[in-house]
């Protein structure tokens, strides 16, 4: 359990601990620091009342109280009870009431209060202490009848339905049933007598559902109250929320008694919530409701239409400025927009809560770059503040608010996957793909969904699901590959039969072809096709000013990955400082290009066996010759064209480094495939006869077929067995280099060769890529200075970088292979299939290729020290999916690595990713 300040002042206890720690009266006992043991909301009414702001008098029970009842078998700790009728009597003394007195009595709510503020606790129990003897004397101290008994109807109401557990829609109905009888809509509207009789009447609920009658006397009624709260830590929608949440289950919650202050004593009462700021775009102005007449959760209950906060300003001149005051003071206190709850009773204003308010991307940035300019926070708090997701989010298109302002919604789901999609409603993978090979846009709706729709999902714009959680697989797939996902939307009945769906709630439908929008920010699904609004970097000033700042803290550079001159530039845009992974081989695939890489593959091996003989001076045969000739052309021609791609490449990220990783994968990827050329051909037989140039691919995909091609031929094997490969990228990278250079331009060249385990296949890759750059620079007549290193991406690899770093001068971790390797899983074999599963059973924590797993981290920590040894200036980055990723640019921090390098999109990210690992570094290290 995390340190917990030591007590303001000391309090007498019955009880082995001290669990108790009162305000009021302008102190208080605990302060705001003490969240762990006093739960959000004790904390901060205990620092309201500090700085003494209008709080009524109350006491926090510990969450450490809650933690002992329960390891005492949900017993309360002996002397605890003792503890709490002390705590009582010195509210009664403070407030000159009395607990149970008829004449002048204390009513108190009972408030549960975690740590972090917890959907899915219990709910609060208001005007505890109420009988039939102490409403009398509530309504003779207010002589206001009908007040009383619409207090004591709501108490019955809410501890019936919170402590005793009597289903809350069994006293709805009753509400609902007395305000038809007597043709009224509002709760407000109901005469003191009506509240008289439902009272009554919820009386009568209470025995009949729990076989007792409701606890009349005040202190039974507080200790349920208590204990209902401890129960409710265990809860099942607590412990849901914590598992989600990651919040440890060992926390406890602490319990709030508060003197009861009344918004509904008439129309100089009222009770609200406000904002410091607008949460939702972080305009620096009050932003909230209120109601007059009204108790509690009234207002977020819609029960009846809440005033903007604005209008009190006219209701109740003098209350407002109190309030705005108090906002300004506690903002200015906590440094932080807050989220506030208070209670006005006949014209005095009482603050009952105070936090950190809840605010989206938009607001968050803003608020923080506004408070930066306020002199509230520093700059690295600022920096610190910001979610990597929400900037995500800012950079995400999103639905143009007009446009929304209009629609017709379909239903609401889980906000599984932020951004906005739009497309054809399809409720099948297949027909995805399909519909996607027309052009078509499409939505994919379905159930659930299974590895089976992978592919539907990668071609639909986004994903709509009616079962499934936050961690479904539809939403962990969907937020992998980046498409907006609504999951579990309860409410949508989807029908595979008719190809349709339809919500139970909103009662809208859409079948096959109908255009839908999805908002996978807000989990909302909207009837037709909704205009959007791309998110530009260039106009969001503040979430540049963020980033501004964030380059200004952290110690490692930012690059990205990138394989085309457009990509190049978009990262740039977006703050890279340099291309830490340029994968060739993408640029084999394109157009006209793939034939002429087929060409050369098909007679790779027998030319490079040719000329080796050449070599040692034998002569070769006629189709040995032509073999070396057909190569020869095919890969000049090659040759021009990856030279034209660096060219391109080396402009656009002119004056910045590009790491150029020479050919990596196995040679069949380039090929058709087996199964698919072995059907064409068999079919052609059968009918006359297949193509010579056919039966020579399958021959050639035959003899080039692996087991295991992610452990066969590739990555620098492949280099060394066809050292042509080498030779003809090596020389397109520094001509390419050459060109730019006597173009005035400043290429910056560093080649990598992939997936050495043994320094001895860096080293004679290494001779053959050097004898090569000689010849070009003798040709050119120029020296050419590039850098020469190497992926370590192979365990063996990484426990051997000492050998290695002889030979290099860069180390760029692979840690997709490192992590496929480090485990064993093939990554393609275990995504699609026993992964997530894995992850579901908690048998892993997470996804290993999304968060970088400890041990691989560990692996790169042992390569990272053994390769420095040997050579300090080594210079060392990550280029692995994980470059992107802000848990493990966390880790890459605390290895000590120079640069992240990540996918463009992802730069933005990853630049305040960075910042946030270097702070807690440095916080660390000062500690
Ligand atoms: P939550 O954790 O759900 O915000 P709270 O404990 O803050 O629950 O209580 C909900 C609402 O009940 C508050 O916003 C406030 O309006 C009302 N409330 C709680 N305690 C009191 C009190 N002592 N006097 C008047 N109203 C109260
Ligand atoms: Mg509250
Ligand atoms: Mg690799």
Request: proline share 4%; hydrophobic share 40%.
């Amino acid at each position: 359990m995390a340190q917990t300040t030591s007590p303001v002042t000391d309090r007498a206890h019955q009880a082995a601990k001290r669990y108790i720690y009162a305000w009021g009266g302008g102190t208080a006992e605990g302060s705001g620091g003490m969240k762990d043991l006093l739960g959000g909301k004790g904390a901060g009414l205990a620092e309201m009342s500090l700085a003494g702001l209008p709080t009524p008098p109350g006491f926090t029970i510990t969450t450490e109280a809650c933690n002992d009842y329960f390891a005492a078998g949900e017993q309360l700790p002996s002397g605890l009870w003792d503890d709490v009728l002390q705590a009582m009597a010195e509210v009664e003394r403070s407030t000159g009431k009395g607990f149970g007195d008829a004449k002048n009595p204390l009513l108190v709510s009972v408030r549960s209060g975690a740590k972090f503020s917890m959907p899915g606790m219990m709910d609060t129990v208001l005007n505890l202490g109420l009988n039939e003897a102490t409403l009398q004397g509530l309504v003779a101290l207010t002589g206001n009848e009908r007040f009383g008994w619409d207090a004591y109807r709501r108490f019955v109401q809410m501890f019936g339905r919170i402590v005793l557990d009597v289903p809350g829609e069994r006293f709805d109905h009753a509400l609902e049933a007395r305000k038809h009888a007597r043709g009224v809509q509002l709760d407000t509207e109901l005469s003191a007598s009506d509240l008289r009789e439902l009272a009554e009447e919820f009386k009568g609920i209470v025995r009949e559902v729990t076989g007792r009658d409701f606890p009349t006397d005040p202190y039974e009624q507080l200790d349920l109250a208590i204990k209902a709260v401890f129960a409710s830590w265990f809860g099942k929608r607590a412990r849901d929320y914590r598992n989600f949440n990651k919040i440890p289950h060992d926390l406890g919650t602490a319990v709030n008694v508060v003197t009861m202050v009344f918004g509904n004593m008439g129309d100089d009462s009222g009770t609200g919530v406000a904002f410091t700021r607008n949460p939702s775009t972080g305009e620096p102005a009050l932003f909230g409701e209120y109601l007059t007449n009204a108790q509690g959760e009234d207002v977020v209950a819609g029960i009846r239409t809440p005033q903007q906060i604005s209008n009190l300003r006219d209701d109740m001149p003098a209350v407002y400025d109190e309030f705005q005051t108090i906002a300004r003071r506690l903002e200015r206190h906590y440094r932080d927009m807050q989220d506030l709850e208070f209670t006005i009773e006949r014209g005095r204003l009482y603050m009952l809560q105070t936090r950190s308010g809840k605010r989206t991307a938009a607001a968050a940035v803003k608020l923080a770059v506004d408070m930066v300019g306020e002199g509230l926070i520093s700059k690295e708090e600022a920096v610190g503040r910001i979610e990597p997701a929400q900037v995500d989010q800012l950079l995400r298109a999103q639905f143009d608010r007009a446009a929304i302002a209009q629609a017709s919604r379909v239903a609401k789901g889980l906000n599984a996957s932020p951004g906005a999609a739009v497309g054809r409603a399809v409720f099948d993978a297949d027909d995805a793909v399909d519909w996607a090979g027309r052009g078509e846009r499409v939505v994919l709706v379905r159930v659930e969904t299974s590895p089976d729709d992978f592919h539907g999902m990668a071609v639909a714009q986004g994903i709509l699901t009616a079962r499934g959680g936050a961690t479904s697989h539809a939403a962990v797939v969907a937020r992998q590959i980046g498409k907006p996902c609504v999951a579990g939307c309860a409410e949508l009945v989807v029908d595979y039969a008719t190809r349709s769906a339809r919500s139970t709630d909103s009662g809208v439908a859409f079948k096959e072809g109908d255009w839908i929008s999805l908002d996978g920010t807000t989990g909302e699904v909207y009837l037709g096709a909704l205009a959007t609004v791309e998110a530009r970097f260039e106009d969001q000033p503040e979430l540049q000013q963020i980033l501004a700042w964030a380059d200004e803290i952290r110690r490692m550079e930012v690059w990205t990955n990138a394989d085309k001159p457009e990509e190049a530039a978009q990262a740039r845009s977006y703050g890279a400082q340099g291309i830490g992974l340029c994968r060739t081989e993408h640029m084999f695939r394109e157009g006209e290009r793939l034939e002429i890489v087929r060409g050369a593959i098909l007679v790779a091996n027998a030319a490079t066996r040719a000329k080796a003989r050449a070599a040692a001076g034998e002569t070769l045969d006629a189709d040995e010759s032509e073999a070396v000739a057909r190569f020869d052309a095919a890969m000049s021609t090659l040759e021009a064209l990856q030279q034209g791609d660096f060219e391109g490449i080396f402009r656009a990220m002119d004056g910045l480094p590009v790491v150029i990783r020479l050919i990596d994968p196995p040679l069949h990827e380039f090929l058709p495939n087996l199964e698919e050329q072995l059907v064409k051909v068999t079919r052609a037989e059968s009918v006359g006869g297949a193509s010579e140039e056919d039966r020579e691919l399958l021959a050639t995909i035959k003899s080039l077929h692996e087991q295991n091609p992610m452990l066969g031929l590739r990555g620098c094997r492949l280099g060394l067995m066809i050292p042509d490969f080498v030779r003809i990228q090596t020389r397109a990278i520094l001509n390419a280099q050459i060109a730019v250079k006597r173009a005035g331009g400043n290429p910056i060249a560093k080649i990598m060769i992939p997936l050495v385990g043994h320094v001895n296949e860096l080293a004679r890759t290494r001779q053959l890529l050097e004898s090569e750059a000689k010849a070009v620079e003798a040709a050119a007549g120029v020296e050419v200075d590039y850098k020469f290193g190497t992926m370590i991406e192979v365990p063996r690899g990484a426990l051997t970088a000492d050998e290695i770093a002889r030979e290099a001068d860069f180390f760029s971790f692979g840690t997709n292979d490192l992590t496929q390797m480090t485990f064993g899983f093939s990554r393609d074999d275990a995504e699609g299939g026993f992964l997530l599963k894995y992850v579901e059973e908690g048998i892993l924590p997470v996804n290993p290729f999304q968060t970088l797993d400890d041990a691989v981290a560990g692996l790169m920590k042992v390569a990272v020290d053994k390769g420095r040894a040997t050579k300090p200036g080594l210079e060392l980055g990550i280029c692995g999916e994980h470059g992107g990723d802000p848990e493990s640019i966390a880790k890459c921090e605390a290895i000590g690595l120079d640069y992240v390098s990540c996918s463009p999109f992802r730069v933005p990210v990853a630049r305040l990713a960075a910042a946030q690992a270097a702070l807690v570094s440095m916080a660390e290290r000062d500690k």
